[in-house]
Every structure is written in structure tokens, then in C-alpha cells.
């Protein structure tokens, strides 16, 4: 019993540090978002925030995965794909609804930020 009663506090104490480094993070990307929100056109604002409150996961924005939505993993027709990597227009999946990326996009923002 005291074993376990050891064990449970060395997890917890691990789980506070874990707690505190993604509070810290989402405090740093919550600025972030802050910073970046003038600079986007008020119609896709609302759209994307909609989406971001109704979505399952919480993802406004995903990639395509293995020819799927990473969303709701419905599979995105070829010439639909083509078009998200042109990347000339926002295109949402025809399922879910949410904004669809090619998975390079999100490694140039990745860097870029
Ligand atoms: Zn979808």
C-alpha cells in the first residue's frame, strides 16, 4: 500500500510538470492567434470559429491522410486533392465541412512561426 501510495505521488507530480508545459504552450499559441486574427478577413473568421466549436476534435483546419480527410477520414476524391495542392482557394471537405491543407502547408507554417 505505502508502495503504491509512493508510485501515485511521483505520477502526479509528473502529470503538474506535463500540466504546466501545455498551459505554457497554449498560452504561447493563444497569443499567437491573437496576433494573427487582424490580419484575416472577418467572413473566414467566423467560419473558421464555427467550425473549431462544432468539430468532434476540436480541428477547424486538417490535412489530407492517406487520400482522407484527417477530420473525418471520408476519402477525397483525386481531382478535389489536386486542388487543395494548388492551394489557389480555401476548399473544405464536402463531409465534415472542415478546411482541408495538403500536409506540406502545415510544415511551412510550422516553420515560418
Ligand atoms: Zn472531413
Known sequence: MDGRKKDLDIKKGELDVITSETEKEEQDLQKKADKSEPQIEERLLVAYKRLRKNAVN???????????????????PPQRQLDIR?????IVCEHCGRILVDEALTQEVAEAI
Open 86 to 90: 494548388q492551394r489557389k482557394k480555401i
Open 58 to 76: 476540436g480541428l477547424a483546419v486538417v490535412t489530407i491522410d492517406r487520400d482522407s480527410c484527417s477530420g473525418c477520414f471520408n476519402q477525397i
